[in-house]
């Protein structure tokens, strides 16, 4: 984002802080929309300077990852028992013939 900013001011557009702060929100996907909620209700997205936003979002970024490697490793910790079934039954031809050997 920064990067596609900086081009545009060398192309002599540029964004004030306030609209570059409402942007970042509404690219992000529906997953991050309770955060985003969080942060609108919280703070004021017109004094929010640039830097804090992206700080709150890479912070929740990190949160989430380390929440998913946690459970990745209590899944592979967890230890799964099968058991394997088999049946038994002899049919009235299979014991007529050892009978039939013995």
């Not at 990745?72 to 007529?96: G, Q, Y």
Request: charged share 35%.
């Amino acid at each position: 984002f920064t990067n596609i900013t900086n081009s545009l001011q060398d192309l002599d557009k540029t964004y004030s802080n306030s609209e570059m702060v409402r942007k970042i929100p509404r690219c992000l996907p529906r997953a991050w929309m309770p955060k985003v909620t969080a942060i609108e209700e919280a703070k004021d997205l017109n004094a929010l300077p640039l830097e804090d936003l992206l700080g709150s979002l890479m912070t929740h970024e990190l949160s989430i990852l380390k929440r998913d490697d946690v459970e990745e490793k209590e899944k592979r910790n967890k230890k799964v028992v099968a058991l394997k079934s088999s049946t038994n039954e002899e049919s009235e031809d299979d014991s007529d013939e050892e009978l039939a050997l013995i």
